[in-house]
């Protein structure tokens, strides 16, 4: 039977109790704050990391995990016996991680030809973020523990890359302007108008999907394009960042709505968090297939 390791990175949102219960290695960014670098998910916990912005004027940023990092994961894994890593990845499209994590591989089989008949690194870009790919992670990784085939793992984990829809709402277009998803125009006549964007990322791309006027309105829409989205009976994740008591209405709201409740439950990282900002709700939904 083959022995299975499963990666992510630390922009999966997986936190450090779930990695060590499910053994998942997770590599961590870097990010870059106030002069200092900080490794995501060993300098600091989610709400450290939001009281940081609160105090302060600078705007993180963050880098992808270096290549150096894969290459000594894989060492680490070839050396303890595992027959296959299977690694998924930040977006391609956001990040340089995923084109690291193959660079990182072919260095591994050019230094270790023996490995190429006992050992294999599978690496699938998520085409997404946080726990749009997490979840999948966590799930594979109980897969693993179970003795399932890396066939049937990698298998499912394209299943639901292909069906997954992230979703989220910023209660402050700031950090969305910076980041791009806005213009500076839009983003300073939404916060004039009082107007909310709601975010969807899908296969790699971000857009804007709906428009809410005052922030009364935003978890009736995110709970209306849950209903309407989404694969009834299938499992959902919310998203957290530093609204307790908006988080608190939202799951509320969206239980009554669906009729069950999340399967779980995540605080945004950095990763999120510095594009987006920690004043944050959002959701991960299962959807139609589209690839």
């Known amino acids: ?3 299975i390791k499963i990666m992510t990175d630390s922009a999966s949102d997986i936190d ?10 997770v ?19 989610q709400d450290e990391f939001y009281e940081m912005m609160s105090s302060s004027n600078d705007f993180p940023k963050t880098s992808q995990v270096r290549v150096d990092q894969f290459t000594e994961a894989y060492e680490k894994f070839y050396g303890e016996g595992y027959s296959e890593i299977i690694y998924v990845s930040i977006s ?6 995923y084109n690291n994590s193959l660079t990182a ?21 998520s085409l997404n973020y946080t726990a749009a790919y997490g979840y999948p992670v966590i799930e594979a990784a109980k897969k693993a523990g179970r003795g399932i085939s890396s066939d049937d793992i990698i298998s499912f984990i394209n299943e639901w890359l292909s069906c997954t829809e992230l979703h989220f709402v910023s209660y402050t277009l700031e950090y969305v302007r910076r980041s791009g998803r806005l213009s500076a125009g839009a983003a300073f006549m939404g916060e004039l108008l009082g107007l909310k964007p709601v975010i969807t990322v899908t296969d790699g791309e971000s857009h804007v999907t ?16 849950a209903k309407k989205n989404m694969i009834p009976q299938t499992p959902y994740i919310l998203l957290e960042g530093s609204l307790p008591n908006e988080f608190a209405a939202f799951k509320r709201e969206i239980t009554k709505a669906i009729g069950y409740p999340p399967e779980r439950t995540v ?25």
């Open 1 to 3: 039977m083959s022995k």
């Open 16 to 25: 450090v109790k779930t990695a060590e219960e499910y053994g998942i290695c």
């Open 27 to 45: 590599l961590g960014f870097t990010v870059v704050f106030d002069g200092n670098e900080y490794t995501e998910g060993v300098d600091f916990t």
């Open 92 to 97: 391609s499209t956001g990040s340089s991680t």
């Open 105 to 125: 591989r072919d260095e591994f089989f050019a230094n270790h030809p023996e490995a190429n008949e006992k050992f294999k690194i599978h690496i699938i870009d």
């Open 210 to 225: 709906e428009k809410v006027r005052g922030e009364k309105a935003i978890i009736p829409k995110m709970t209306e394009l």
């Open 267 to 291: 605080k945004i990282g950095s990763t999120i968090a510095s594009h987006a900002g920690h004043k944050v709700i959002g959701m991960v939904i299962k959807g139609q297939r589209r690839r």
